[in-house]
């Protein structure tokens, strides 16, 4: 296998209620989150809002590193 294989595999898309699991957070303050643009969100054709994983992991190690 090549480093490449994976290129066009689409990457995990996270809904709103699935982010807010790993934020222990209410799914409104996610959505908040992305109108506010703390967070990318990526409509789909229905208009519903979905969060890229890779980003979310990204901000949820940002967090487990900042000082208290």
Known sequence: MSQF???DAPERL???SEVAQ???VNPKTVT????AGKL???RTLGGH?????SEIQR???EMAH???
């Open 40 to 42: 990318t969100a990526i």
């Open 5 to 7: 294989d994976d290129l």
């Open 32 to 35: 908040r989150w992305a109108r």
């Open 59 to 61: 901000c949820l190690e």
């Open 49 to 53: 809002r979905r969060f890229r994983a």
């Open 66 to 68: 900042e000082p208290e």
């Open 14 to 16: 996270l809904t709103p």
């Open 22 to 24: 790993l934020f222990r």
